[in-house]
């Protein structure tokens, strides 16, 4: 009997590992996975495995470098949303990498999940000390490393959430729940004020009166889409010389223009 288990087990997992492999190629060619997740590892099996539960778990497009000096390059070519790091790389090893590029304004802010070996604390601590975001030790769980990307996820749109919205002459402040026009404050009530935070994050884009509806209101407000064009006009009148910002678009909704 022995025998046979084996073999079935050894086919099972062939199986297996061939449908994950054409998963990944099909999802790969996916074209609405717009955020990118550049994972920068030498061992094919390790790219294989973080790919396949990320492309099952998340909406990440995957991109893949298998030496440090590639990695650096697609880092800076394609401005991955996530990189998860491996540290001992060929050509150059991750530390080098992570400190490059954390070391430029323009890759800066790409958070960073560094791969290391358990023995390699050193090497981690480094990594930590050079800016990166969080690591794993291998061998890792994959699950785990998705778990690492969400919490790093939920925490830069916590700090999205806290910056400041600029576009033109306005600047809106989500902390201090202040505008200004110019440099000068300008007084909103809560619904304005919801409405024009709905407009900055989203520049250029169409909103229909029913997305502000329900985006300054929530789903259930017991008011007419009527009522948004009221608090509009109210708005564009407080924005003073940044009125005209406000876009309308006819029998649809509103935009901000991004370039005023
Ligand atoms: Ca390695």
């Known amino acids: 009997m022995a025998p046979m288990i084996q073999q079935t ?16 190629k099909r999802a790969r060619m996916q074209t609405n996975r717009s955020k990118t997740v550049l994972i920068v590892e030498d061992e094919q099996d390790v790219i294989d495995l973080l790919a396949v539960r990320l492309l099952k778990d998340t909406s990440y497009a995957i991109s893949t470098a298998t030496d440090g000096l590639s990695g650096l390059e697609k880092a800076r070519t394609e401005l991955p949303w996530i990189i998860i790091l491996d540290l001992m790389l060929p050509k150059m090893s991750g530390l080098e990498v992570c400190k490059i590029l954390k070391g430029d304004r323009v890759t800066r802010e790409i958070p960073i999940i560094i791969l290391s070996a358990k023995a390699a604390e050193a090497d981690r601590l480094a990594g930590l000390e050079l800016g990166a975001d969080d690591y794993v030790t291998k061998p890792f769980s994959p699950r785990e ?7 790093i996820e939920r925490r830069r749109s916590e700090k999205m959430e806290d910056e400041k919205l600029v576009c033109g002459l306005i600047t809106l402040d989500p902390i201090r729940h202040h505008v200004d026009v110019a440099g000068k404050p300008v007084r909103l009530t809560t619904a304005e004020f919801k409405l024009l935070s ?21 789903y259930e407000a017991f008011i ?15 924005l003073g010389k940044a009125a005209n910002t406000i876009e309308t678009v006819r029998g649809f909704g509103y935009r901000l223009l991004a370039d005023s």
């Open 9 to 24: 087990t050894a086919t099972a997992s062939f199986t297996s590992r061939t449908q994950d492999s054409e998963f990944f």
């Open 198 to 218: 709905l407009l900055l994050k989203k520049p250029g884009r169409v909103h229909s009166r029913e997305m502000l509806l329900s985006g300054a209101w929530g």
């Open 224 to 238: 007419n889409t009527r009522t948004v064009d009221t608090h509009i006009r109210r708005l564009r009148d407080k």
């Open 145 to 151: 490393v998705v778990l690492r990307i969400k919490a």
